[in-house]
């Protein structure tokens, strides 16, 4: 089985065994704004390098995580903001066609959530909040050991909470005052850009190559440097302030970070746990776990392919190719019936 996450800014995709376990992951740097025809090329090609080193290359189930709204009755993205040109695509069909397996898409942070409930450190709690912070922000919330996804998909887009009044908050999504805006990996970059004078480290970047990363931001981050130490502390005080209200509302067992905030290193962590405890209802904080995830960037790929699993071995789906021994030439049939989601 394969597991494929498409982030704004990288792809990984891993190949798994029947249990879910990865065996092999193939990475690249990518940005998503380079379109859905040449993005999937280049999941396609991932897919065949790993494939060539398969006993059976021809992939059993295909589970796929994008960084946009995905709505759960057609598996098609919906405005997704920092996709430009990927609106009504299916990287279902898409994958279909080349592959002729069972495809499955969910929002990436969903998978996220997945991957690290699963196979994360316990012990494990039945309610989990997973927010991702990266060049985007977006939750996923895991009750009583199921995802709540909504009625279409759309459960967890925290990215798009209002936040502030303040005119200069405009967000990618065309709104004003979005969390994403106040607090998104874009908005640190273009912040960082414009007060680069403030920083060593981000006059030689501009000064290198034209441009300040991310990686820049991290590597400024371990060096102490104090523009960082303030951009990095005001959002994720943001952050904090949001995930509080959350904690109160969902009241999970377990708050976990992740998305590459994690690459500046401590700080951001701290912040939103401190904001959490002084904001946070007793109730609510008393035991709650706050930690950073676990699977070293992986777990995205690792929820991908248990989507595919779940799936590829509901009861429904078996009746449909287990007398054969393989799901291989039952995928038209597979993807007729109603996803089961984890």
Known sequence: MYGILIEASEITVGVADLRGR????????????????????????????LAAQEPTPRPWGIGVGVPGPVDVTTARLVSPPIMPGWDGFSARAWLREHFDAPVWVDNDVNLMAIGEWTSGPGPR?????????????????ISRGRLLRGQRGAAGDIGHIHVTDSANAVC?????????????????????????????????????????????????????????????????????????NLVNFANPGQLVIGGGVLRTGEDFLEVISDVIRRRGTRLATDGLVI????????????GAVLLAAENLFAPAALAQWVETGTPLGHSAALQLRPAAYV
């Open 22 to 49: 990865l065996l092999r992951t193939s990475h690249e740097d990518w940005s998503v704004e380079n379109g859905p025809d040449a993005t999937m090329q280049r999941v396609k090609e991932h897919m065949e390098s």
């Open 125 to 141: 709690a039945d309610d989990m909040l997973f927010i991702k912070l990266g060049t985007g922000i977006g939750s996923a919330v």
């Open 172 to 244: 990618r999504c065309g709104l004003v005052g979005c969390l994403e805006a106040v607090a998104g990996g874009w908005s640190l970059l273009a912040e960082a850009t414009l007060r680069s004078e403030e920083s060593p480290v981000f006059r030689r970047a501009i000064a290198e190559r034209g441009q300040i990363t991310l990686g820049d931001i991290g590597a400024a981050a371990r060096d102490g440097d104090p523009l960082v130490r303030e951009l990095v502390e005001s959002r994720a005080t943001a952050v904090g302030d949001v995930a509080a």
């Open 291 to 302: 930690r950073a995830a676990s699977l070293n960037q992986q777990e995205g790929v690792v």
